[in-house]
Nanobody, 129 residues
């Protein structure tokens, strides 16, 4: 049974930081690529970052470059999204998802993630003063 559980969201002031965690179970993290997505009210879901299972290479959306870092700990089956210098426009529900390398990389780059099979329940991030 595949399961992904996100945590770490919350309310933070602009300029602050959060670390999101995606704990995966039911499958070996070594064999799955993980992506982070977000969806703000009234907006389309968009890819934020992803990290390959094979070589650890990562991709970031332009909005995340220089501020967010994705990292994986295969021993603990956790993927993190470190978010710094947060802005009000980062406010959204953040989801992690798992699938093949090609599926995840394509979905995070295009935002078209309907084919992704495994999703977490999401964690709310609110950036506000």
């Amino acid at each position: 049974h595949l399961q992904l559980v996100e945590s770490g969201g919350g309310l933070v002031q602009p300029g602050g930081s959060l670390r999101l965690s995606c704990v995966v179970s039911g499958f070996d993290l070594d064999y799955n690529t993980i992506g982070w997505f977000r969806q703000a009210p009234g907006k389309e879901r968009e890819g934020v970052a992803c990290i390959s299972n094979s070589d650890g290479s990562a991709w970031y959306a332009d909005s995340a470059k220089g501020r967010f870092t994705i990292a994986r700990d295969n021993a603990k089956n956790i993927v993190y999204l470190h978010m710094n210098s947060l802005k009000p426009e980062d406010t959204a529900v953040y989801y992690c998802a798992a699938d093949s390398h090609d599926q995840i990389f394509m979905a995070t780059k295009t935002g078209e993630a309907s084919a992704i099979r495994s999703w977490g329940q999401g964690t709310q991030v609110t950036v506000s003063s």
